[in-house]
């Protein structure tokens, strides 16, 4: 039994994708009454959930507030159901320690955090079915979430992964094509400025293959744009007609 | 761009996991037609022709595009791979299919594909909006993707209506699925088998004999007697490998004995390693090479190897019976002690059938269809063949590939692939032993040609970064006349300082190969450029070897130099490596006497003839091993677990007895301990009386050795370069002939910064199975050469008819002497019993290596006079015959 051909020769991926297109992305905003602001994206059958809280004050131990800016606090967690085989994540394990601090930095950079000193933004996100990509979904669940909170931002975070194979770059990776164990890079895109909140890489990727990974994540993180935009536009229509504007 | 609908395709896989994929469907991918207004052309490479000129069959006279189903790619390419079928749509879920069944149909249909010429289109149909099916409740995997491909192919007929009505494009589903086709044929899709089409192709008959003829399994019951028990399911076999019922192995038939065959069994079992496997039935239709599972014998059964020599050359096709007879003759009464393991191979774990050069053995029946094909190597089972052409194959090499062995049938069943040309012909001989050789020969690819670079090629600025121009240095190359690929310049010049700069410059050829690309991969697979005695089979394409890379002389070349400060003694002083660009001036040598290149460390005896060495191949030699030493060291110390060297182990004391007991009856005294004390030894080894003595000591100890092979340093801890008696060595002047020297030139230009690296490069598990290769492809290419060598002996001394030399005996075996004659630097043997004369009387004395036959004695280096001719009494394997003259 040959392994699974990622790319092949006619240029279509294991889901008949071609190399730099994205998987299907349906987002809405707003989906929790009680919280400042929410989110709930699907990219593909990667589904993840954004809540955001704030800015209010610190909660706990004051000595934490920061005196010039608002303190990013990003938790991150993924349901028990989320992945195909039942496993139970206890609260607070290496990995979501992890992806909720690459989250912080990603939206400390985003966020204009000094408009708000000695208080804080809580962000949520849960990952309810993970088919690739999870980091990527998440920051822009959290986008939209911070949106819908009204918090002011430099300008959409928008996040993408990307891998490499037989000398093309594959712009977001699902599952399948995650566990084949080839070099995977997330990148968080601040679009109009070309900005990059955070890049990140497993695996090894010589030198010269980097330049065009880096366009192919970035290019689809412009893509990713697009749909949010849309979606923030969407979203605001629907709220001013609701408004009686 | 993304107008797809999201599916759901769910698979249990191990029972319990649920795994969800998704599988978009697309309506941008085109048909391969051009000209098709409603897919506008949407695809780019190999495409179908607007009007296919196809061979005129009678069973479908429109122009059409053939759509085969999967079995039929599988075991029909040969047909499919024949120029005179084109147009053709393969499927993907036909290609994936494929891709998991036969790797090597796979490679094969992908390089079909790849040709423009032959208008191959790969139609993505799983993810094509219109041709997608989802898998049925109750249906199989098999059966849905037949019925994917019917679909597809419905699709194909409506839609090629579509675009021209007056064009009235076909497209005719080929399967040989019974079943299949019926199905087919009731939705209104042209559906033919195989080989109704290609009969059916009136203007190329000889395509008829290189279809595969495949019983169908449900009438092989019913016509003939069953020969052989069924084999068993590859389930059943694992299972029964796990519990240790059967084991696993690799089935190696006997040269000498068609109805003997070992199997080598795999693993670490330190009994039951050779399994023997004796008897027609036992043998149960495993090939040479195939990996099968025996079941070994209680040891009331165990037999002893039998010695005797059985050909299978009995006319009579189905004569089993006969067979019987003959199996009882292998049971001679043996001592309890030489029996051996002994077992029945009851199922095939994987055949490793290959096409198989040989030549026909015609039917006595005139008009009879059927014939049999011997095969060059002895180890394989004559093949059934069907071919109208019986009367052109006679007398010619061809090429046969195994189709299936039924039950019911005393031979495998084949089909015939390709005609060589005529028996003793140069270039079908050659080409035999190419093939027999596994060295690959074919023309480059079209791929692998693209990434040639375009002439006119000149020095851009861009090649002359970390590069450094020495035109200015006068900069020769020696080489024999008619050299047109040549590796390697020379310069010396005198510094201000009165020391000597010496420089090699070897022609660069990683600049051109770049990592990883089809060029770089096709070289990596040849491994070496292979001389034969009339012809070269180059690594890379000829643009390169003999122009590009080739260091001519009065033309500006890039190299790759590396530079010495010596001091008068020729004491090294400093040493620098630096790509260069060079100009060199050629000096021709007029010595007309290279047939071979020579294998600098081992001296391969071949070229131990009347060659003459001059001082200059000496010096050129000299500062050849320099560079080599010098390279190695220093991608040592760069790259201590991935740099790739050469070793030439010690041998083991017990090989040279041989050599120390020849030389003792001679007198002489020869050491072994170390390599420096056994070639002085050598050097003192002379005898006044007999000049040629020191020649035949050279010879035996040349046999002696052990192969030199490349490794990774970092898997290995033994560098230790006997023959050279340097700790260290490695391959770097000959690029454009050795792929071990193009990863040697990119760890160098690495470790001087002049050149980038790539992941590959310092994995030194890739490295190894680099090595691996070069090794077998090394091997494979000597033993090539050899093998042209003695064809063009046999040619020699055919045109001379008998012939009588003087000759030296060079080993004494137990019924025969090994001779060496030196005029022609021909070694043969000479048989004391002959067949249908009676035995005479041979004495064998292992101390003084000596045979006594009936009066006379022969001693090893003793001087004899012998006959040589030609043998062609078997027309395959044709040889040279050697009987004594004197002493009588």
Not at chain 2, 109 to 129: A, G, L, W
Not at chain 2, 680 to 685: H, K, M, T, V
Not at chain 2, 730 to 737: A, V, Y
Request: hydrophobic share 35%.
């Amino acid at each position: 039994m040959a392994g699974l051909e990622l790319l092949s020769d006619q240029g279509y991926r294991v889901d008949g994708r071609r190399a730099g297109e994205l998987r299907k992305i349906q987002a809405r905003m707003g989906v929790f009454a009680q919280a400042d602001g929410s989110a709930y994206i699907e990219q593909g059958n990667t589904k993840a959930l954004a809540v955001v809280y704030g800015p209010h004050e610190i909660r706990g131990s004051r000595a934490r507030a920061l005196p010039d800016r608002a303190l990013v606090n990003c938790q991150y967690s993924s349901a028990t159901f989320s992945t195909g085989e039942r496993k139970r994540r206890p609260h607070g394990d290496r990995k979501s320690c992890e992806m909720g601090l690459q989250l912080r930095q990603t939206f400390e950079a985003a966020i204009l955090t000094q408009l708000h000193p000695r208080s804080q933004i809580d962000i949520y996100v849960q990952v309810l079915q993970a088919d690739g990509g999870t980091y990527a979904a998440c920051v822009n669940a959290a986008t939209l979430a911070v949106l819908d909170a009204g918090i002011p931002m430099r300008d959409f975070v928008c996040a993408c992964s990307a891998g490499f194979v037989d000398g093309t770059a594959l712009a977001d990776l699902s599952h399948v094509e995650e566990a084949a164990g080839g070099p995977q890079l997330a990148l968080a895109l601040l679009p109009a400025a070309g900005q990059i909140a955070l890049l990140e890489m497993d695996a090894r990727l010589h030198e010269d293959h980097l330049e065009q990974v880096l366009e192919a994540a970035a290019q689809a993180a412009r893509d990713v744009h697009t749909l949010l935009d849309r979606v923030v536009r969407q979203h605001v229509c629907e709220a001013s007609i609701l408004l009686g504007d | 761009m993304l107008k797809s609908r999201t599916f759901l395709k769910k698979t249990r896989a191990g029972g319990v996991m649920k795994i969800v994929r998704e599988h978009y469907l697309r309506d941008d991918i085109g048909c391969g037609a051009p000209g098709c207004a409603a897919c506008g052309g949407a695809h780019e490479g190999p495409a179908l022709e607007p009007q296919p000129q196809d061979p005129a069959s009678s069973l479908c006279p429109r122009p059409h595009y053939l759509l085969p189903d999967t079995n039929v790619l599988l075991h029909q390419i040969d047909v499919l791979e024949d120029p005179a079928i084109r147009n053709v749509i393969v499927l993907q879920t036909v290609l994936q299919e494929v891709r998991n069944r036969s790797a090597p149909v796979y490679k094969r249909i992908r390089d079909v594909t790849n040709n423009r010429e032959k208008h191959f289109y790969t139609f993505t149909n799983e993810h094509h909006r219109e041709t997608y099916v989802e898998q049925e409740q109750g249906e199989n995997a098999n059966d849905r993707n037949d019925r994917a491909i019917r679909v597809a192919a419905k699709w194909y007929n409506e839609h090629l209506k579509n675009i021209s009505a007056e064009n009235q494009l076909q497209v005719i589903f080929i399967t040989n699925d019974r079943k299949n086709k019926e199905k087919a044929v009731e939705e209104g899709i042209p559906a033919f088998t195989c080989e109704e089409y290609v009969k059916s192709l009136t203007a190329n008959p000889e395509l008829i004999d290189r279809l595969a003829c495949l019983s169908d399994e449900r009438n092989e019951i019913e016509s003939g007697k069953v020969i052989f028990s069924e084999h068993l399911p590859l389930s059943k076999l694992q299972q029964g490998i796990k519990s240790g019922t059967y084991l696993q192995g690799t089935f190696r038939a006997s040269r000498e004995n068609y109805l003997e065959a070992t199997v080598w069994i795999h693993g670490d079992t330190e009994e039951n390693k050779e399994i023997i496997i004796q008897g027609l039935k036992h043998l149960n239709r495993a090939v040479h090479e195939d990996i099968v599972a025996v079941e070994l014998f209680p040891k009331s059964q165990w037999v002893a190897p039998s010695s005797v020599v059985l050909h299978d050359e009995g006319l009579n096709e189905d004569d089993v019976e006969k067979e019987e007879e003959r199996e009882q003759m292998l049971k001679t009464a043996v001592s309890e002690k030489m029996l051996k393991p002994t077992g029945r191979v009851v199922g095939i774990i994987k055949r490793n059938w290959r096409p198989y050069c040989g030549m026909l053995s015609k039917s006595g029946i005139k008009e009879s269809r059927r014939h049999l094909f011997t095969p060059a190597d002895k180890r394989i089972p004559r093949i059934r063949i069907e071919t109208r052409q019986a009367s052109t194959l006679e007398g010619r090499r061809i090429i046969v590939a195994i189709d299936g062995w039924p039950r019911n049938s005393r031979y495998p069943n084949g089909h015939f692939v390709k005609n060589l040309g005529d028996v003793g012909e140069k270039e079908t001989e050659t080409e035999v032993l190419l093939l027999e050789h596994d060295v690959p020969h074919q023309p480059f690819s079209q791929a692998v040609l693209s990434f040639l670079p375009k002439m006119p090629w000149s020095i851009t600025e861009k090649d002359m970064k970390n590069r450094e121009d020495l035109r200015h240095l006068c900069v020769c190359s020696v080489d024999p006349p008619g050299c047109t690929d040549i590796d390697d310049a020379l310069h010396c010049r005198e510094l201000e300082n009165g020391n000597l700069e010496v420089g090699v410059h070897i022609a660069d050829v990683s600049h051109f190969i770049r990592p990883g690309n089809a060029l770089d991969q096709e070289s990596a697979r040849r491994g070496t450029t292979v001389y034969l005695c009339e012809k070269r089979i180059d690594m890379v394409p000829e643009l390169l070897s003999s122009n590009l890379c080739s260091l001519r002389s009065n033309v500006d070349r890039l190299a790759f130099s590396c530079i010495w400060e010596m001091n008068r003694n020729a004491e090294i002083l400093k040493t620098r490596f630096t790509k260069s660009v060079i100009n060199s001036k050629a000096l021709t040598l007029s010595s007309p006497e290279v047939r071979f290149h020579m294998d600098s460390e081992t001296h391969d005896p071949i070229d131990l003839q009347t060659k003459e060495l001059r001082e200059t191949n000496s010096m050129v030699e000299e500062f050849m091993l320099l560079a080599n030493i010098s390279v190695a060291k220093r991608i040592h110390e760069e790259f201590s677990e991935h740099a790739l060297l050469r070793k030439h182990p010690a041998p083991p004391p017990s090989n040279y007895e041989i050599l120390v007991k020849a030389a003792k009856s001679k007198n002489l005294e020869i050491k072994t301990d170390t390599a420096k004390s056994l070639a002085d030894s050598l050097d003192r080894a002379e005898s006044p009386a007999f000049p040629y003595l020191n020649t035949l000591l050279r010879i035996l100890t040349t046999r002696c050795m052990m192969q030199a092979v490349y490794f990774c340093s970092g898997m290995d801890n033994d560098f230790h370069h006997y023959g050279l008696a340097s700790p260290i060595y490695t391959h770097f002047t000959s690029p454009i002939r050795r792929y071990a020297d193009i990863i040697v030139h990119r760890l160098l230009a690495v470790a001087i910064g002049a050149d980038c690296t790539y992941p590959e490069l310092t994995d030194k598990h890739k490295l190894a199975d680099i090595c691996k290769n070069l090794n077998f492809r090394h091997k494979m290419a000597q033993y090539a050469q050899r093998a042209s060598v003695a064809f063009h002996t046999q040619l020699f001394f055919k045109s001379k008819g008998i012939v009588s030399e003087e000759a030296y005996i060079l080993f004494v075996r137990k019924n025969a002497i090994v001779v060496l004659i030196p005029k022609y630097g021909l070694e043969g043997t000479v048989f004391f019993e002959e067949k249908d004369k009676p035995k005479p009387g041979l004495t064998y004395d292992d101390e003084i290596p000596s045979l006594k036959v009936e009066d006379t004695v022969f001693h090893i280096f003793d001087k004899v006079k012998v006959k040589i001719m030609l043998d062609s009494s078997n027309l395959q394997h044709q040889k040279i015959r050697m009987s004594l003259v004197e002493p009588q």
